[in-house]
């Protein structure tokens, strides 16, 4: 279900915001290009990687539920749509599980790992938001952030580890970021915030959602860089992506 877009300039504004925060990625986060360019792809790192996005789409499908609920109290339509949506990701885990088995990691080490801090902090973050402050805002921008860099960089991450890797072993992924793709999440996921977005003050809380997720996106790359490649490595956030006036 496609909900229409009525903020076509904030949403160009949100976007163009988003460019930056990838540029800022590349160019700050250590190892933040070794999937999009690296020859010998650090097995460790990439199966953490995997690893970590299958715990963080188990923990969404919690605060996916709590939105929800919101809707249905005040937007059935909404609701029924973000259900249809969530109903569309809601396995997608076992897409990263079946890679992983392909390269010797199994289901219980999978679901034994214990989630990095970054990850406990954006569900966490995720949670807050719909619990304290009343709206599933931080959620629904969250997702948009994570279907729009989605599709601008994992395709071409996909391409490298496909040569270095094989076609068969990311497969799910590949799935995954198709169904990205095919469906316009982001279209969808957009015209679910805009219901959301009342107020100029609204959309002021866009941004400073956006700019928090991102950091704790940083978070996460350097966490997964400690962990895998060089636990020595001081973790120093760059600093923060302004939000455009």
């Known amino acids: 279900m496609m ?3 009525t903020r076509q300039e904030l949403r160009n504004r949100v976007d163009k915001f988003l460019d930056t925060c990838i540029s800022d990625f590349y160019e700050n986060i250590p190892y933040a290009r070794h999937q999009l360019e690296g020859k ?3 097995l460790d790192y990439y199966k953490r990687h995997n690893i970590e996005t299958i715990l963080r789409l188990r923990r969404k499908r919690t605060v996916d539920a709590l939105a929800i609920r919101y809707f ?4 059935p339509v909404t609701a029924k749509a973000w259900a249809h949506y969530t109903d569309d990701e809601m396995l997608h885990d076992r897409l990263f599980a079946a890679d992983l088995e392909k390269v010797g990691v199994g289901k219980d080490q999978i679901y034994s790992t214990e989630p990095m801090l970054s990850t406990k902090l954006l569900t966490g973050y ?3 938001g719909i619990e304290y402050e ?4 931080a959620l629904i921008a969250s997702v948009y952030f994570v279907e729009y860099v989605t599709t601008r960089t994992q395709p071409d991450w996909l391409d490298n580890l496909e040569e270095r890797l094989g076609k068969d072993n990311i497969k799910g992924q590949r799935a995954h970021v198709g169904t990205d793709l095919d469906d316009h999440h982001d279209d969808f996921v957009w015209g679910v915030l805009e219901t959301l977005i009342k107020s100029d003050k609204d959309e002021e809380k866009v941004f400073r959602h956006l700019q928090d997720i991102y950091r704790l996106w940083q978070m996460y790359f350097f966490e997964l860089y ?3 490649v060089d636990e020595k490595a001081e973790m120093k956030l760059p600093d923060p992506v302004m939000i455009p006036a």
């Open 3 to 5: 909900l229409k877009t």
């Open 40 to 42: 010998d792809i650090n």
């Open 72 to 75: 249905t109290k005040v937007d």
């Open 126 to 128: 995720l949670q807050y």
């Open 134 to 137: 009343g709206t599933p805002l």
């Open 226 to 228: 400690q962990l895998t």
